[in-house]
């Protein structure tokens, strides 16, 4: 059976796993979802940090401060209702205890609940995802290098123009976890799972790889590598050749010059770069901070290496946009990202870097969609290339392509973690076309990818008020203002280019929602 469970204004779908407030779905992420289901089934009852932590991380090992984060949110969107903020009691190291409103709890009859997600269709062509390698070398710091070489096969992969890749950041969901190889293909919509194992030891590096057809679990190929560490990037691209081999014995040689690209020359400029990878995808000033920090080791050590420029652009963008807009940090930007585009003619991820740079902070258009379309030549699957231009395209008022690149990106990489940026695309593309409906749902979807990114909630207002929803609009803008207080819609059209044909009506719609400009 699965419930549904009401207390004071709120109901939580635990089918479904979304928190409504009246009748409208509320932006709780999937973990704060998880958090208040086990309170509230235990409402009245302690439920120690263990208990929520397995909830929520299940199998994984993380520190508490995850587990106070998003009890912290939780407390955040229950305190819209007067006194709902203590509504869930902190039991001084111990756990947490729900003891607000009555909980009344609705019994729904199993088979009317989806049991779980419907399944994705496959491509129309070969299709594959490669999960995280285990880090078999009993050292948690090599986590980087190990996400580094599913990343690189992953990029080798995807310059198949015939092979539909799903993008690492919806394999890397599945990291620390037990693995239903069906399911997973399932879940993202693929034929092929890649899996793995690596261990690095001093100079020598074991990595084994096996190749599964989900549907039937058969192994359709595996192979054990024992190189010294300075082979690591052969040893990619055989893993790449060999798989591609597997899918399509038929394999030509002209496909396997297409795996194989230029690498930097440095291993440790390379490693660093691997490094620098983590910080710069959460987003945040401080982890673009910290990855510049790497970063300006690797280029020292190879100055024309084309993927650290890329990171570089980047974060400078990061810290220009969500840190004061420093002139220094613009041109970092423009610099850099101009230096991967210029050197990066082979590899698709610096010229997504790069140009996504070039169009958020230099709003050079023209030469940031020319990268992003060599990027696409280069690697049809590549998944952050729709992702990072999706949003571009809907502030140049390319609408209709920036909903399509935004969809496709979805496709590519469903999980994904940066999925916001593309739902952002596809919410100003449907907002500008008058699609307030959509624009609105869009919006929705980027803050439950991202429930703290404060640009999402003037999105979702904006639509709101042009569908007349004005306290609805109102409660969007004032949690944008939580979470940045001196936000200004005019200063963030002007920072990243919007268009004013695009950028006036947005303005206008939050005007109505009341924010100042």
């Not at 092979?163 to 997973?184: E, H, I, P, W």
């Not at 140009?355 to 690697?379: G, I, P, Q, T, Y």
Request: aromatic share 8%; charged share 25%.
């Amino acid at each position: 059976m699965a419930a549904i469970y009401r207390f004071g204004p709120f109901r939580l779908d635990a089918g479904a796993g979304i928190l409504f407030h009246g009748a409208e779905p509320t932006a709780l992420g999937e973990r704060a979802i998880k958090l208040l289901q086990l309170l509230v089934e235990r409402a009245g009852t302690p439920v120690s940090k263990d208990a929520l932590i397995e909830a929520a991380w299940p199998g994984l090992a993380i520190e508490d401060s995850n587990l106070t984060v998003q009890i912290a949110a939780l407390r955040r969107l229950l305190a819209e209702v007067a006194g709902g903020a203590d509504w869930i009691e902190t039991l001084p190291r111990r756990g947490y205890r729900y003891i607000g409103p009555a909980v009344a709890v609705d019994s729904l009859p199993a088979e009317a609940i989806p049991q779980t997600p419907p399944a994705l269709e496959l491509p129309d062509k070969p299709s594959v995802a490669v999960l995280p390698f285990s880090n078999l070398s009993g050292d948690p710091e090599q986590e980087y290098f190990a996400d580094g070489m599913v990343e690189d096969i992953i990029v080798g992969l995807s310059r198949i123009k015939w092979l539909f890749v799903v993008a690492r950041n919806s394999g890397f969901t599945y990291k620390g976890r037990a693995v239903d190889v069906k399911q997973v293909g399932r879940d993202l919509g693929v034929r092929y799972v890649l899996g793995g194992s690596l261990r690095k030891a001093g100079s020598r590096l074991r990595v084994t790889a096996q190749l599964i057809e989900a549907a039937t679990d058969r192994h359709l190929w595996a192979e054990r590598y024992d190189r010294d560490l300075g082979d690591v990037f052969l040893v990619q691209d055989e893993i790449t050749v060999a798989v591609v081999g597997a899918i399509e014995p038929s394999l030509r040689a002209a496909e396997i010059e297409h795996v194989k690209r230029k690498r930097p020359d440095s291993f440790d400029a390379y490693d660093l770069v691997l490094r620098a990878l983590p910080e710069v995808y959460t987003c945040m000033p401080a982890g673009a901070a910290k990855s510049l920090a790497f970063i300006e080791r690797a280029l020292v050590l190879e100055p024309s290496y084309a993927l650290a420029h890329g990171v570089a652009a980047w974060a400078h963008e990061i810290l220009f946009v969500r840190d004061g807009m420093q002139e220094e940090n613009r041109r970092g930007a423009i610099e850099h990202a101009h230096a991967a585009i210029t050197n990066g003619r082979s590899d698709p991820m610096a010229l997504t870097f790069g140009a996504f740079s070039v169009a958020m902070v230099e709003h050079d258009r023209m030469a940031a969609f020319d990268a992003f379309e060599e990027a696409l030549k280069l690697c049809p699957s590549c998944a952050p290339a729709y992702i990072f231009g999706s949003a571009p395209l809907s502030f140049a008022g390319q609408s209709e392509r920036a909903i399509e690149w935004g969809e496709r990106a979805l496709r590519l990489s469903p999980f994904d973690p940066m999925n916001y940026v593309a739902y952002h695309g596809i919410a100003v593309g449907n907002f500008h076309l008058g699609r307030h409906e959509e624009a609105a749902n869009a919006a929705r979807k980027a803050i439950q990818s991202n429930p703290n990114f404060s640009f999402s909630y003037a999105l979702l207002a904006a639509p709101l008020a042009k569908l007349g929803r004005i306290e609805e609009a109102k409660g969007a803008v004032a949690r944008l203002r939580e979470l940045q207080p001196n936000f200004s819609i005019r200063r963030q059209c002007e920072a990243v280019g919007i268009l004013p044909a695009v950028a006036t009506p947005l303005i206008e719609a939050l005007r109505l929602a009341g924010m100042a400009e």
